[in-house]
C-alpha cells in the first residue's frame, strides 16, 4: 500500500491564537510545529503527544479565503479517541471544554465536545 498514515487534518478556524489557547490548554495537546510563513500566516500544528504522528494544521480561515476564495473553510467530521473514556470526559469538563452527555451505544462510548469556534468533534473509547 502506498499510504502508511493519516498525516495532518487541517482544521480552519477563526483566530490561531485562540485555537491553540484551546488546544494546548484545555485539551493538553502539544504543538508540533509552529512557523511564520508571511506577515500576516503562521503554519501551527499541533497534536496529542510529541511522539504522535497525526496533527491538527489549525489554518485561519480569512487567510485560506484570500488564497483561495473557493476553498471549503467548513468543519471537518473528526473522531478521537481514548481508552478511558470516563476520565476523559471528566478531565475535559474539569478544564472547561463544552461537552455533551457521555453516551454509551452498541458499538461503544462516546461524547461530543466542542472546540473555541463551536465546531463539534467526537471522542470514542477504543480499547
Excluded: C
Excluded at 16 to 36: G, I, L, P, R
Excluded at 55 to 80: E, Q, R, W
Excluded at 81 to 96: F, P
Excluded at 102 to 115: A, R, V
Amino acid at each position: 500500500m502506498m499510504i502508511q498514515q493519516i498525516g495532518k487534518i487541517t482544521v480552519y478556524v477563526n483566530n490561531q491564537t485562540e485555537a491553540k489557547k484551546f488546544w494546548t490548554e484545555k485539551m493538553n495537546f502539544v504543538v508540533k510545529f509552529e512557523q511564520q510563513m508571511g506577515p500576516n500566516m503562521t503554519w501551527l500544528e499541533v497534536g496529542p503527544s510529541e511522539h504522535a504522528f497525526t496533527t491538527f494544521v489549525l489554518y485561519d480561515k480569512a487567510t485560506m479565503l484570500t488564497h483561495n476564495p473557493s476553498a471549503n473553510v467548513g468543519h471537518p467530521s473528526i473522531l478521537l479517541s481514548t481508552t478511558d473514556i470516563e476520565k476523559t470526559y471528566a478531565e475535559l469538563q474539569a478544564t472547561g471544554v463544552k461537552v455533551d452527555e457521555l453516551m454509551s451505544m452498541p458499538y461503544g462510548k462516546m461524547f461530543k465536545f466542542f472546540d473555541q469556534d463551536e465546531n463539534e468533534y467526537l471522542i470514542r473509547e477504543d480499547k
